[in-house]
C-alpha cells in the first residue's frame, strides 16, 4: 500500500489550501482503514493533525478543531484535509498515514507554508 499525498503549497496568514491522500495498490479495503494526517513543524516533534478511522469516527488536535475538516472518499481510495485560516504556526510538512491492519503506510509528506 502507498500513500500518495498531493496539494500543500504556500499561503498568506487567514487562507485555505487542501491536502489529498489516495491509497494505491492492490486488493486494499480501503473502508477497514484509519486515515490521519500528521504534521511536523521546524524543529518540533511530528503530530497528529486529524483522523478518521473505519466508523466514520473523527479526532482533530487542539490546533486542528474548528479551522480544519478531514473527509474520507472511500469509493476513491481518497482522504482529504481541507485547511482554512491558516496560521504562520502552521508551516510544516503535513504527512498521511493509512492503517490497516495494525500496519501504517506514509506518505512522503507536503509542504505546507504559511508566510507572514
Known amino acids: 500500500v502507498q500513500a500518495i499525498e498531493s496539494g500543500g503549497g504556500l499561503v498568506p496568514p487567514g487562507g485555505s489550501l487542501r491536502l489529498d491522500c489516495t491509497a494505491s495498490g492492490s486488493n486494499i479495503d480501503n473502508t477497514q482503514m484509519t486515515m490521519a494526517w500528521y504534521r511536523r513543524a521546524p524543529g518540533k516533534r511530528r503530530e497528529l493533525v486529524a483522523q478518521v478511522n473505519k466508523y466514520g469516527y473523527l479526532y482533530y488536535s487542539n490546533s486542528a478543531k474548528d479551522r480544519f475538516t478531514i473527509s474520507r472518499y472511500n469509493a476513491n481510495y481518497t482522504v482529504s484535509l481541507q485547511m482554512n485560516d491558516l496560521q504562520p504556526e502552521d508551516t510544516a510538512v503535513y504527512y498521511c498515514?493509512?492503517?490497516?491492519?495494525?500496519?501504517?503506510?506514509w506518505g512522503r509528506g507536503t509542504q505546507v507554508t504559511v508566510y507572514s
Open positions: 498515514k493509512l492503517e490497516i491492519s495494525s500496519r501504517d503506510f
